[in-house]
């Protein structure tokens, strides 16, 4: 579902951000990316939610080189991918349903088809008691968990989290690292960067741990560990 071959990529600053990544996630498959931070974990992210390009090496998601990706035909390759960032990225102004719904409404899906949608998806992040209140009401693990009700709304086939439990207490890290387990279970593959070594043992599935090579450079190398 997610292959990388031979990537590196280096910042229009000079900064070698991953140095000859190989990797490969089957479909179905959840793992966890971690290492220091400073070793490219949402680099790699980006590179594969077309947030950015490999300077070298391929990138094949879905089948597809995400280097012959037109760029007329990113929005509808990136509707497969659901991406959760550390802070939620949900707007203030809105509610907890229209959160949600935004992604539904670009897609310009039927309104009864957005409820049901929505709603199904808060479901599953056990929040549907709070579609009408704002996120300033929410604590940090219910804002977290809209961000992934938001994420996962449409359905995607590949699920990606920058750590995404990051300003949370371990109680509410576990809740939201189980929630992902969920939506694996449910056929999304999924890939979490995370630094929370206890989390991520206490998860059971792959680790794959990007680290730094020590150069002169500050180059990435990946190491595959299971
Ligand atoms: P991690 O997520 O593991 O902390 P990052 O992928 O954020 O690592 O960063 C990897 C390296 O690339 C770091 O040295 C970081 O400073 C650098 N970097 C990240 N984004 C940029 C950018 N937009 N421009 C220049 N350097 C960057
Ligand atoms: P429906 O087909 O009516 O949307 P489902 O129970 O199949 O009902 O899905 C309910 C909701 O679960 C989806 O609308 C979506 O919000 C959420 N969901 C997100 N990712 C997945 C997934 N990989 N598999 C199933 N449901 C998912």
């Known amino acids: 579902m997610i292959e990388f071959n031979a990537v590196s990529k280096q910042y229009p600053t000079g900064q070698l951000a991953l140095y000859n990544v190989n990797l490969k996630l089957n479909q179905g498959e959840m793992a966890f990316l971690t290492g220091h931070s400073g070793a490219g974990k949402s680099t790699l992210l980006k590179l594969i939610a077309l947030l950015d390009e490999p300077s070298s090496g391929e990138v094949i998601v879905a089948g597809q080189n995400t280097k012959t990706i037109k760029q007329r035909k990113t929005p509808a390759f990136r509707r497969n991918i659901g991406m959760i960032f550390q802070d939620h990225h949900l707007l203030l102004d809105r509610s907890v349903f229209d ?29 549907l008691s709070k579609e009408d209140q ?93």
């Open 134 to 226: 704002f996120p300033m009401m929410l604590s940090a693990g219910e804002k977290q968990r809209v961000g992934i009700a938001r994420a996962v709304v449409n359905k995607p086939a590949i699920i990606l989290a920058d750590e995404p439990t990051g300003n949370l207490d371990p109680d509410l890290a576990s809740d939201i690292m189980h929630t992902f387990k969920q939506f694996n279970e449910y056929g999304s593959t999924v890939l979490i960067a995370s630094h929370d070594h206890e989390l991520i043992k206490e998860m059971k599935k792959r680790i794959i741990v990007l680290r730094k090579v020590k150069t002169t450079n500050t180059k990435a190398g990946l190491k595959n560990g299971r």
């Open 99 to 127: 959160n949600i719904a935004l992604p539904l409404k670009i897609e310009g899906m039927r309104h009864q088809d957005i409820k049901r949608r929505v709603r199904a998806a808060l479901d599953k992040v056990n929040l």
